[in-house]
Nanobody, 120 residues
Framework: QVQLVESGGGLVEAGGSLRLACAASDTIYNINAMRWYRQAAGKQRDLVAL???????TYADSVKGRFTISRGIAKNLMFLQMTNLKPEDTGVYYC??????????????WGQGTQVTVSS
């Protein structure tokens, strides 16, 4: 069962903008922190931005001032507004959330990723 779905990736020229979205299924309860990770080809998966249930945000130094993470009015939605994109922003972007299943302990859930490619 797919529990996190990302959308909004694509190909954009340097300096352009994209908006990513992540939707969590209603089988994940009491979602706490939500995060965006990025993985470039041949590299490790790195944290890009985080937003807590209270709205506090944290950004990787490389995206500060260019990316904005937010949560929707519906608490199962998360967005990443990316502006002034650079070729080094290229990679697969993954949504990650902490939440609870109907039964069992808190779990960390991952989406399948959406490709972002920035051309120079």
């Amino acid at each position: 069962q797919v529990q996190l779905v990302e959308s909004g990736g694509g190909l954009v020229e340097a300096g352009g903008s994209l908006r990513l979205a992540c939707a969590a299924s209603d089988t994940i309860y009491n979602i706490n922190a939500m995060r965006w990770y990025r993985q470039a080809a041949g590299k490790q998966r790195d944290l890009v931005a985080l937003i807590t249930s209270t709205g506090s945000t944290t950004y990787a130094d490389s995206v500060k001032g260019r990316f904005t993470i937010s949560r929707g009015i519906a608490k199962n939605l998360m967005f990443l507004q990316m502006t002034n994109l650079k070729p080094e922003d290229t990679g697969v972007y993954y949504c990650n959330v902490d939440g609870w299943p109907l039964l069992g302990p808190m779990s960390s859930y991952w989406g399948q990723g959406t490709q972002v490619t920035v051309s120079s």
